[in-house]
């Protein structure tokens, strides 16, 4: 079993950055892909990035190309997004999540961090 837990969501301006860190605890972290998804009021949930274990960028969505990155750190169990020019339709819950690099669905979430941005 994996643990997420998210963080650094908030309320910032149009044109502003914050960065969203994924903490995994449990068993171990080794292997595992992970991505970030997000869910918008009204909205299907979607993958935003994903990243290998070795840190390779297997997906990033158009709509944040160019103003988001993943990443992370294994020494630390961390997974981050960087996310820069935020617009109001960035707005949404975004949600870490892992699983396993022969599967394709997604086994483990965490509950999720609101991230508001003003126009």
């Known amino acids: 079993q994996v643990q997420l837990v998210e963080s650094g969501g908030g309320l910032v301006q149009a044109g502003g950055s914050l960065r969203l860190s994924c903490a995994a605890s449990?068993?171990?972290?080794?292997?595992?892909?992970m991505g970030w998804f997000r869910q918008a009021p009204t909205k299907e949930r979607t993958l935003v990035a994903s990243i290998t274990w070795t840190g390779g960028i297997t997906y990033i969505a158009d709509s944040v190309k160019g103003r988001f990155t993943i990443s992370r750190d294994n020494t630390k169990n961390m997974v981050y997004l960087q996310m820069n020019s935020l617009k109001p339709e960035d707005t949404a819950i975004y949600y870490c999540?892992?699983?396993?690099?022969?599967?394709?669905?997604?086994?483990?979430w965490g509950q999720g961090t609101q991230v508001t941005v003003s126009s």
């Open positions: 999540a892992a699983r396993q690099p022969f599967k394709t669905q997604y086994d483990y």
């Open positions: 449990g068993r171990t972290f080794a292997g595992y892909f």
